[in-house]
Structures are given as structure tokens and as C-alpha cells.
């Protein structure tokens, strides 16, 4: 079985019982995921799937064959950090770091879809062209992404901070 | 977890012939629901066939209805553009539930046929009658707060969870299925069973029975919502959910497709406060009588009573934002 992860095609073979949280984490040595709850209530095992936000901790790896994976590991670009984690350091996004790799990459899956014109719940008008990525609107996105620690208001400005500029 | 094998179906014919009917295979949409369960061990197939693959379209039909395919997401769902203008109490529903993770995984099939998350049904140390039959039911003197006010038995109180099947069943959603027998439709409303004595029956479907897809017909009018009530604003399953669709025509009720989450045991068509709202006046008060027939028979147990009223004032205040009547 194949699966390219952080752009890079790798071959497995696991027990189908293995998530692609432990693929990542015990079989190639990608630790930057975490396992939090091990059941889809905390975020901090989300990686991106052809961009796309997930919680790896819920997903059978079988089931990801040949699908593009992104870890926190492949936000980096040669060596540069991506500009949301520059954004996480100078607005004390985190404490002890635990949630950070999920939240890192779901808030760049969640700017995707705010991009593509995906409403939330609390968007007013759910058939509206342009949606204002405020606050209330970033926080209810992210609200798969819980952080024990509380850094929830240094996340929400690190975010607004990475991303205000965006068209 | 138990071992089990991997299949991928690449179409429902395959499928239906992967997972046979003798109960050892089951079908795997995003896993976020079936995944957990065998982890803790309340599900142990042997077999697990892939319908992510199978249709995932969602297209329009001639009427002005809408057919969605079973494996669609819930995100799909909640970001195409005729479910969110003709539908808006739908893409609501689903945006109100889990979270965007979770929506990205999750397929229309499988939150349809997702299992109660009420606590003693995950513990395996309670009694459980929908885990093991005849066991017993350790909710009904226990922490019940979450538990349903309505169709509820004295085996079984757990409710149903899913945000999406309260707008699918307020907007009249048809079922298709294809089985052993051949290919069927069920009204969503009729697909899943009241507990009565047996809450380990959860829905009418044969085993082996896959969804294929399911149907809306045309909205009454794009004047819906759907809004639900949490112990914490995002990432909360229900206390109480309200879908609500009104035609108000010359300050009356013309008609209304109403269904409530949260306090049932199924998705709840609210059919007795629809009949009480048609041709009244489009006012609070027509409005609290509606909520009142509906919740007559509702039976609060100790920790859950709150949710009889809490259910009547989101009816009332989600008919009054529809309406455009001040509150
Ligand atoms: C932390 C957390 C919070 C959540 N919060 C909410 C919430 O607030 N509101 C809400 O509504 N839901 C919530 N959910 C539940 C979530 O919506 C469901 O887990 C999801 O919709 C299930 O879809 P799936 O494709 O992942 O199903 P799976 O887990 O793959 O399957 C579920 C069941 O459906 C069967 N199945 C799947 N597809 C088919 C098919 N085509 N035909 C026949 N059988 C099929 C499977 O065999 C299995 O029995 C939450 C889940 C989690 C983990
Ligand atoms: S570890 Fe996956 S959601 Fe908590
Ligand atoms: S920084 Fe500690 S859990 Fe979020």
C-alpha cells in the first residue's frame, strides 16, 4: 500500500486495526500528531488529507491509500516556518504545546474552506457570496481543537494575524 | 479492537456482495462513528467494506427535489450552494453537529445510521439493554440528564444524536436502499425503530441492507432554520434541536414541517404541533399552543424533566425568528 506523506510516497503494510495516527506516529516516526482522546473529541491528531482537515486518531489507514497527507511536520517549508506558526510563537497561541500541531493544521485547512465560501454555523446568511472571517466565525470553526491549557485567545490572534491580509 | 478485514467496494452490487448477510461485515463510511465503537469494543465485525467510494453526488431532480448520494459528506452537504438557498434548515443542521473534522469524514450514510452516545450504552461495566438484550437499563435511575423526554420505553431512554436526520425528517427525506431482495425507499421518518422492548433494533433495515442514497422532495419555502440548544456554544451534541420550516401567508400559518432532536429516542417528526399550527394565526401564543400538543406526552425522569419546557420555549422562539414575530 502507498500513502504520500508531506510529499513523500511511502510504502506500508499494517494490521488494518492501525488509525492513521499510529501509522504516523509508531510506524514512520512522525510524532508532531498528537493522541489526545483517541476518539474525535479533541482535535490535537488532526492532519490535513488532500488539504482537507481530519482526526487521523478516527481513521483506519487502510482506508487512506494513496490519498496526500500533510502533518505539522510538512507545514514548513525548507527549514522556513509557515507564517501561522510564526504567527503562534508572537501571539502565544500555545502553553505547553500539546494541541498545537492540530491546531496549526486545522487552521490552515479551516482558511481553505473560508476561502471556497463554506458557511459555518453561525454565519447569517448561509447563501452569502463573501462570509467575514471574524471572531465568533473563527472560533466556531476551530471548535474541534480543544487546548487544555486555554491559549484559545493567542490562537484566535495568531490566526487574525496570518490571515487578515488575505483577499 | 478485534482483527477484522479490509474491503473497498466499487459499486453498491459489489458491496452488498462483500458484506453478505450473515452479520459478521459491516459497512464503513467515515469510520467516526464505527471506528470508536470497535475500539470499545460495543462493535466487533469481522469484515469491514468501504462505501466511501460509492456515489457521493448530490444533484437536482426535475421537481425541484434533491438526491444525495450516501456517501456524500456532511461538509458536501453543508457547502452546496441549492441545500444552503432552498435548504437552509439542512445545512444548518449539519453545520450544528460534530465538528469540521469530523464533517469532513463523516458520510450521509453513516450519520444516518450512527448509535446513541448515551453513556451506559459506551460502559460496558452498566446494563445495558441496546449493548446486550434483556440486560437491563442502568439510565433510567442514572445520570439522565441527556436522555429523550419522548418515545422513550421502560428498556431503553437513549436518544438518537444526529443534527442532520431532525432536517432530514422534517423535510419529508426518503431512503433508498438497495438489499438482497432488491432495491427499496423508506421514509426516514419510518426508518428508524422506537425502542419499545427491544432498543438493540435500532432501524427497519435487513442485514446486509446498504444505503444507497436518499431523496428530499421540494422545500415548502425557503423560510427554515434549524437551532439547537448545547451545554456549551460549539462541538456539543443536543440538549434540545428544533428543525422548522413555516409558510406564513397573510399573518397565517399556511402550513409547517416541524421535527425536534435531542429529547427523543428517534429523530422526531413534531406531527401533532404541525396540526395544531396549520390555519392559525401566525402568533406567539397559536405558537405555545403548538408546542404544548407536541410535548404532552413527554415523561421527564429525574435529571432530564428540564428538557419538556426547554423544548417548548425553542419551539416558540424558533416559529417566532421564522415568522417574524417580535418576542
Ligand atoms: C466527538 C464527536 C462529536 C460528534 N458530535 C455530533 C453532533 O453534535 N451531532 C451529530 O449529529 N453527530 C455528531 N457526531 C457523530 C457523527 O456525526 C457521526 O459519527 C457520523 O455522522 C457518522 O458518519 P460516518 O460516515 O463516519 O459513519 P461510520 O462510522 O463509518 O458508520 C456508522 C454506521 O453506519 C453504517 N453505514 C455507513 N454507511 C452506510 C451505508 N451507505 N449503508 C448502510 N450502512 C452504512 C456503518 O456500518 C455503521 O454502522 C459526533 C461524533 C464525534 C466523534
Ligand atoms: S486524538 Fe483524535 S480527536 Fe483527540
Ligand atoms: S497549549 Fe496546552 S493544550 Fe493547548
Given at each position: ?167 | ?141 442514572g445520570f439522565n440528564r441527556m436522555h429523550a423526554i419522548l418515545g422513550a420505553s421502560s428498556a431503553c431512554i437513549a436518544t438518537h444524536p444526529s443534527d442532520m436526520c431532525v432536517a432530514l425528517v422534517a423535510l419529508d427525506a426518503v431512503v433508498h436502499t438497495l438489499g438482497v431482495e432488491g432495491e427499496r425507499s423508506i421514509p ?79 429523530p422526531w417528526r413534531a406531527w401533532k404541533a404541525e396540526e395544531a399550527l396549520r390555519g392559525q394565526a401566525a402568533t406567539e401564543p397559536s405558537f405555545r399552543a403548538a408546542a404544548e400538543a407536541e410535548l404532552v406526552e413527554a415523561a421527564g425522569l429525574r435529571h432530564n424533566e428540564f428538557k419538556i419546557e426547554l423544548a417548548k ?15
Amino acid at each position: 500500500m502507498d500513502i504520500i506523506i508531506n510529499g513523500r510516497t511511502i510504502e506500508f503494510s499494517v494490521d488494518p486495526r492501525t488509525s492513521l495516527l499510529d501509522l504516523l506516529r509508531d510506524h514512520l516516526g512522525l510524532t508532531g500528531s498528537k493522541k489526545g482522546c483517541n476518539q474525535g473529541a479533541c482535535g490535537a491528531c488532526t492532519v490535513l488529507v488532500d488539504g482537507e482537515r481530519i482526526n487521523s486518531c478516527l481513521a483506519l489507514a487502510v482506508q487512506y491509500q494513496g490519498r496526500k497527507i500533510t502533518t505539522v511536520e510538512g507545514l514548513a517549508r525548507n527549514g522556513d516556518l509557515h507564517s501561522l506558526q510564526r504567527a503562534f510563537i508572537e501571539h502565544d497561541g500555545f502553553q505547553c504545546g500539546y494541541c498545537t500541531p492540530g491546531q496549526l493544521c486545522s487552521a490552515v485547512a479551516m482558511v481553505d474552506e473560508w476561502e471556497r465560501g463554506l458557511p459555518s454555523v453561525v454565519t447569517q446568511e448561509l447563501a452569502a457570496q463573501g462570509i467575514a472571517l471574524d471572531r465568533d466565525e473563527i472560533r466556531e470553526r476551530m471548535s474541534g481543537n480543544l487546548c487544555r491549557c486555554g491559549a484559545y485567545n493567542g490562537i484566535v490572534e495568531a490566526i487574525t494575524a496570518t490571515f487578515e491580509n488575505l483577499p | 479492537m478485534k482483527p477484522f478485514t479490509y474491503e473497498r467496494a466499487r459499486d453498491p452490487n459489489e458491496a452488498l456482495r462483500l458484506v453478505g448477510t450473515d452479520g459478521g461485515a459491516k459497512y464503513l463510511g467515515g469510520g467516526t462513528n464505527l471506528v470508536d465503537l470497535m475500539r470499545e469494543r460495543i462493535e466487533a465485525p469481522e469484515r469491514l467494506v468501504d462505501v466511501t467510494r460509492l456515489s457521493t453526488e448530490i444533484e437536482g431532480k426535475p421537481d425541484g427535489g434533491l438526491v444525495i448520494g450516501a456517501a456524500a459528506t456532511n461538509t458536501a452537504l453543508a457547502a452546496h450552494r441549492a441545500i444552503r438557498e432552498q435548504y437552509p434548515m439542512l445545512a444548518r443542521a449539519v453545520l450544528a453537529g460534530a465538528s469540521a473534522q469530523i464533517r469532513n469524514m463523516a458520510t450521509v450514510g453513516g450519520n444516518v445510521l450512527q448509535r446513541t452516545r448515551c453513556i451506559y450504552f459506551y460502559d460496558e461495566a452498566s446494563r445495558c439493554n441496546k449493548r446486550e438484550p434483556g440486560a437491563g437499563c442502568d439510565a433510567l435511575d442514572g445520570f439522565n440528564r441527556m436522555h429523550a423526554i419522548l418515545g422513550a420505553s421502560s428498556a431503553c431512554i437513549a436518544t438518537h444524536p444526529s443534527d442532520m436526520c431532525v432536517a432530514l425528517v422534517a423535510l419529508d427525506a426518503v431512503v433508498h436502499t438497495l438489499g438482497v431482495e432488491g432495491e427499496r425507499s423508506i421514509p426516514l421518518v419510518d426508518l428508524h425503530r422506537l425502542p419499545a422492548g427491544r432498543p438493540d433494533i435500532e432501524t427497519e433495515l435487513k442485514p446486509g441492507e446498504l444505503i444507497t442514497k436518499i431523496e428530499l422532495p421540494p422545500p415548502l419555502t425557503k423560510r427554515s432554520t434549524y437551532r439547537k440548544v448545547r451545554d456549551r456554544a460549539s462541538y456539543a451534541f443536543a440538549l434540545v434541536s428544533v428543525a422548522a420550516e413555516v409558510d406564513v401567508t397573510n399573518g397565517k400559518v399556511r402550513d409547517a414541517r416541524l421535527a425536534l432532536g435531542g429529547v427523543a429516542t428517534k429523530p422526531w417528526r413534531a406531527w401533532k404541533a404541525e396540526e395544531a399550527l396549520r390555519g392559525q394565526a401566525a402568533t406567539e401564543p397559536s405558537f405555545r399552543a403548538a408546542a404544548e400538543a407536541e410535548l404532552v406526552e413527554a415523561a421527564g425522569l429525574r435529571h432530564n424533566e428540564f428538557k419538556i419546557e426547554l423544548a417548548k420555549r425553542t419551539l416558540v422562539a424558533v416559529l417566532c425568528e421564522l415568522a417574524g414575530v417580535a418576542t
